[in-house]
Every structure is written in C-alpha cells, then in structure tokens.
C-alpha cells in the first residue's frame, strides 16, 4: 500500500482523534506531507502541512486545534485533532509533496471518514 490513512471515527464535539498516514518509502518522500479533508460536493482542503524543516502551516479553521507531526523512523505522519467540531465531518486525506523519484505527486489514496456528532 503506497499510503494508508487511518484512525477515523465517530466522535462527538469537543472530542479528540488521532490520524495516522503510513508513507511508503519507495513510493514517496516523507519530507513535505499534508492533511486534507473533503466532504460531498466541496473541493478538498488543506488543513495541515509539514515541511522538511519540520515548519507547519494550518488554516485558521484549525489552527489551534490540529497539529501535524512526523515519525521518519516509523515512515508515519500524523493528524491530532482536538476540539472537533461537527464541521470538521469529512474524509481526511494525506498527500506526500513528492514521489520518491522527486516528481510532484498527485496520488491521493483511500482517505479516513471523520464524523464529530452534534
């Protein structure tokens, strides 16, 4: 599996999760990853990325809230999402900048369902 997106759940609001993205190495770089969610007929949004740095961006929708880190050792990147809200209900998506051979990537893979009840 070149990207394996988990931990989705059911959660109500105020409530915590953790995503977790396993990069295949021979696929992809693991130095620039972000976070996407899409919900039904919207476009997908970034909401976390990371660099090689190690410098994170997040949108104002959940900056505060969310928080995007890195486990080269374990080829793992991960969503800790606190707060949810039930507008944060969407599948969630981790992209890798680019493939292991330095080429923009636009794989996407099977994302993650979130649902934050009322």
């Known amino acids: 599996v070149q990207l394996q997106a988990s931990g989705g759940g059911l959660v109500p609001a105020g409530g915590s999760l953790t995503l977790s993205c396993v990069v295949s190495r021979s696929h992809f770089m693991i130095h620039a990853v972000g976070w996407y969610r899409q919900t039904s007929g919207k476009q997908r949004e970034l909401v976390a990325n990371?660099?090689?740095?190690?410098?994170?961006y997040y949108p104002d929708s959940v900056k505060g809230r969310f928080t995007i880190s890195r486990d080269s050792a374990k080829s793992t990147v991960y969503l800790q999402m606190n707060s949810l809200k039930p507008e944060d209900t969407a599948v969630y998506y981790c992209?890798?900048?680019?493939?292991?051979?330095?080429?923009?990537?636009?794989?996407w893979g099977q994302g993650t369902q979130v649902t934050v009840s009322s």
């Open positions: 990371i660099n090689s740095d190690g410098n994170t």
């Open positions: 992209r890798p900048l680019l493939t292991a051979q330095g080429l923009r990537n636009d794989y």
